[in-house]
């Protein structure tokens, strides 16, 4: 059964925005910590950002400033800003979260950023 959905990817121009939302089924509960990764072409899959249950977060070097992780505890989803991407941004994005010891994974969503 899917349990991680990934929404809000698409095509934007370098500059634009986007909002990814990652939505968890009632059956992940008491999650310790979401997270976002991405996979370009021809790349290994690397960490975007990190958020604990308590608020505290990490973003990768490539993307501070520039994304916002955020989460809503009550309605069980987790919520990437990215604001001014640039073509290297591009890559399928997945969410995971960790919950009563166990590690789930998204199926992707896909960002593209070209002119």
């Known amino acids: 059964q899917v349990q991680l959905v990934e929404s809000g990817g698409g095509l934007v121009q370098p500059g634009g925005s986007l909002r990814l939302s990652c939505a968890a089924s009632?059956?992940?509960?008491?999650?310790?910590?979401m997270g976002w990764y991405r996979q370009a072409p021809g790349k290994q899959r690397e960490l975007v950002a990190r958020?604990?249950?308590?608020?505290?977060?990490n973003y990768a070097d490539s993307v501070r400033g520039r994304f916002t992780i955020s989460r809503d505890n009550a309605k069980n989803t987790g919520n990437l800003q990215m604001n001014s991407l640039k073509p290297e941004d591009t890559a399928v994005y997945y969410c995971?979260?960790?919950?009563?010891?166990?590690?789930?994974w998204g199926q992707g969503t896909q960002v593209t950023v070209s002119s």
């Open positions: 995971n979260a960790f919950a009563r010891q166990r590690l789930y």
């Open positions: 958020i604990s249950s308590g608020g505290s977060t």
């Open positions: 009632e059956s992940i509960f008491r999650i310790d910590a």
